[in-house]
């Protein structure tokens, strides 16, 4: 590790950019440029003015520095990780390509003035995550388990809210068990022989959108608030490589937002299908084992998909419930239900649409959401995403 941390002049021969507030870029590293980096991270070797200041400009400092100084038994657990793929590299150094995206969603002028985006302030703008600190949780546990993805840490400004990270190409080394205080590191064999794209890159894509933390869970029903985060996602989903795959791959998601940012996973995977609608991509959503949020999407998709209920529509159904219902604890599922079925009975079967098929105030798109049911290892549909998230690390999708 120490000759790999000291080859750092002769791999990195120049400044690497930095991935700045509202400007599109990418940076693409070897994957032996990013084990040199990530060497002399772990040696604690890069200077403190390397740190961003408290608005999070600048680069982000990641040296091991707090997880060596943990006194817990998931920082042991998370070292594991790391030095697992350390030993790999030395033993067999990869010699493809990882690439860092950052992405702007297109900011949509419709009538009145209205955008795409949202202005707002929020929290964890700030691209560091906890991957090096007390966090184990979905994002800290996909860093650990493929440690080239920290190198994105390093050259990435906060987000906002039309802003989305993309990593492409990083590899899987390790593998886990458990969640938070209960994590623990398991060995995990590295194919060598996985596909890549014509960049060298391994065939696997992570996006990185940060979700708003509320204080209260009522604050997430304000109306710019359920724009702000269907805006967020839709700047995630919009932008896909698409060298191997015309119609884009799929996206894989889940209760982004619901643990401790206390996010409503009823609202929050109607904004993620709402996103996913727009961009015209598939959607597996993954419940990690919740079998009856997995039922009621299900039933919600198909209610939804019967009815043709549009995305502009669903949107409007988001907007009143916002505005009339969230403060009387009728769940969102059970609203939507409730609307879509009453218009269903006044109108013989269809909601009634405007004469453009948008709605007459907010203008969104007309497309139906996307399809969602429940599948399982012999669909067709899941055998395309299982080839497609192969070394995913991700298990059969509760719905799709």
Same mark, same amino acid.
């Not at 990013?34 to 200077?47: E, G, K, Q, S, V």
């Not at 205080?181 to 014509?198: I, T």
């Given at each position: ?42 040696? !604690? ?58 992405? !702007? ?296």
């Amino acid at each position: 590790m120490a000759v790999l941390a000291r080859s750092l002049h002769e791999l990195i021969t120049q400044p690497i950019p930095l991935l700045k507030i509202g400007c599109e870029g990418s940076v693409t590293l070897s994957q032996q440029q990013i084990a040199c980096l990530l060497a002399n991270a772990f040696f !604690c070797t890069f200077a403190e003015e390397l740190r961003n200041d408290a608005s999070g400009n600048g680069y982000n400092f990641i040296n091991f520095t707090r997880i060596f100084s943990l006194r817990c038994q998931k920082s042991v657990e998370k070292l594991k990780c790391l030095l697992h793929y350390f030993s790999e590299v030395i033993k067999k150094m990869p010699c493809g390509n990882v690439t860092v995206m950052r992405n !702007c969603a297109k900011q949509r002028k419709y009538r009145k003035g209205w955008q795409w985006h949202v202005t707002s302030r929020f929290r964890k703008q700030v691209y560091r995550g906890g991957v090096l600190g007390h966090g184990c949780v979905q994002e800290e546990i996909r860093f650990l388990i493929c440690p080239e993805m920290i190198i994105s840490c390093l050259i990435c400004e906060r987000m906002k809210s039309f802003e989305s990270i993309r990593i492409i190409g990083a590899e899987m080394y390790s593998d886990y068990t458990g969640y938070g205080d209960s994590f623990q590191w398991v060995s995990h064999e590295r194919d060598l022989n996985c596909p890549r794209d014509e960049y060298g890159r391994f065939l696997c894509e992570v996006v990185a959108i940060d979700a708003l933390h509320y204080r209260s869970k009522a604050m997430q029903y304000n109306r710019g608030y359920i724009r702000r985060e269907i805006n967020k996602a839709y700047a995630g989903f919009s932008v896909s490589t698409r060298q191997s795959n015309p119609d884009g791959w799929p996206i894989a998601t889940g209760n982004w937002g619901c643990g401790a940012f206390r996010g409503d996973v009823q609202l929050k995977s109607m904004a993620q299908l709402l996103a996913s609608s727009v961009v015209e991509r598939k959607l597996y959503y993954y419940t990690f084992g919740d079998a009856r949020l997995a039922a009621e999407l299900n039933e919600m998709a198909g209610i939804l998909r019967i009815n043709e209920v549009s995305v502009s529509q669903l949107y409007q159904i988001l907007e009143q419930y916002a505005f009339f219902e969230a403060r009387s604890n009728m769940p969102l599922f059970d609203y939507i239900k409730s609307k879509v079925l009453k218009d269903h009975r006044s109108t013989d079967g269809k909601l009634e649409k405007s004469k453009s098929g948008l709605l007459a105030y907010y203008p969104l798109f007309s497309r139906r959401p996307a399809d969602v049911a429940t599948s399982s290892t012999n669909d067709s549909a899941y055998k395309e995403f299982a080839a497609a998230s192969k070394e995913s690390n991700l298990t059969k999708p509760d719905v799709v």
